[in-house]
């Protein structure tokens, strides 16, 4: 199906993100270091990121590099942080997903967001 890049710094989220997605025949890749994220993205068919913004890297930054380069990548925040929803910032991501142990919000958006 597609082809997802996951980025977060949380091993536990990565995994989470491969096992709630897998299964339904997208394939995942994961990465947490900022030149193995650029690299991916800019020397593969990627068909869509969910980024985490609070990072080591800043997801601020990487938000806005995926949309000048690659602007019809779609590209969901997933985070911790609900009301960064609403920081302008955020606003030119695709999808906004809190992260929750509940897998429903974050398969409906991919789903939503691939169609």
């Known amino acids: 199906m597609a082809r997802i890049l996951a980025v977060d710094d949380e091993p536990a989220w990565l995994d989470f993100a491969k096992e709630c997605l897998e299964p ?15 690299r991916k993205v800019d020397g593969k068919d990627i068909d ?14 990487l938000l806005g590099y995926l949309k000048r380069f690659r602007p019809s990548l779609p590209v969901l925040v997933y985070s911790a942080y609900g009301m960064k929803r609403f920081d302008p910032d955020f606003q030119i991501a695709d999808s906004f997903v809190v992260k929750s142990p509940d897998p429903d919000e974050l398969v409906r958006s991919v789903e939503e967001l691939l169609v």
């Open 48 to 61: 869509l990121v969910i980024l985490d913004i609070q990072m080591p890297v800043n997801g601020r930054l």
């Open 24 to 38: 339904l025949g997208h394939e995942v890749e994961t990465v947490q270091d900022e030149r193995e994220i650029r």
